[in-house]
């Protein structure tokens, strides 16, 4: 069964630069969800996108901002990077129909230095 | 504030030895509870929702059951494959679908 992909897998930026995470939902999911998970920590909610609009909002710093297409695929903007960004950020989807399950995909692990 | 308790926060059992692992939780309406499991530096991996109190469901060497204020996850003669963390989460009414996660159980399984 196809799942939630995630691009890139790993990135390495520098303090003050700016990263682009890449999210695209299982075919027909019409929600997406972000999280960020640090080290030895549980996943934190940041954002969630329902048909293309924000649906919730969580703990996402102002320098973070996100938005879903019209294909569906999502991208999670990060700039003036900080060494504390350095967590796995997932992204998962669900489909309204299917109770919200919802399905995470393998994550990207970003590293700022 | 709504809040996810798990424990223990690590279990070693010996293979073939069955345990359960605790998930008790305060929030001001359930929507559903859901379990993962998680292996290092992966995404979550979803196992089963619950919705109300008295559900059950089972997969494998896997048992879920659901009360008013926790929910028990068994694992029933486990195998070193079933060596990862597992997470609980909460999605509450009113919430827009997010979900809250406890801190996890790390299990090991020694064979």
């Known amino acids: 069964a196809a799942g939630v992909i995630q691009s890139p897998r790993h990135l390495i930026k520098e303090k003050r630069e700016t990263a682009t995470l890449k999210c695209y939902p299982i075919p027909r999911h019409d929600t997406v969800y972000w999280y960020q998970q640090g080290p030895g920590q549980d996943p934190q909610f940041l954002i969630s996108f329902y048909e293309k609009m924000q649906s919730d909002k969580g703990s996402i710093p102002d320098r973070f901002s996100a938005q879903q297409f019209s294909d569906y695929h999502s991208e999670l903007n990060m700039s003036s990077l900080e060494l504390g960004d350095s967590a796995l950020y997932f992204c998962a989807s669900s489909q309204t129909r299917n109770f919200y399950e919802q399905y995470f995909g393998p994550g990207t692990r970003l590293t700022v230095t | 504030e709504d809040q996810v308790t798990q424990s223990p926060e690590a279990l070693r059992l010996q293979e073939g030895e069955s345990s359960s692992l605790n998930c008790s939780y305060t929030v001001s309406g359930l929507r559903g509870l859901f379990w993962y499991r998680q292996d290092p530096g992966k995404g979550p991996e979803f196992l089963f929702t619950?919705?109300?109190a008295g559900e059950e469901k089972e997969k494998e060497r896997l048992k879920a059951t659901l009360t008013k204020k926790e929910s028990f996850l068994h694992i029933t003669a486990p195998k070193p494959e079933d060596s990862a963390t597992y997470l609980c989460?909460?999605?509450?009414?009113?919430?827009?679908?997010?979900?809250?996660f406890g801190k996890g159980t790390l299990l090991t399984v020694n064979p």
């Open positions: 619950l919705y109300s």
């Open positions: 989460a909460v999605q509450v009414i009113g919430s827009n679908y997010k979900l809250t």
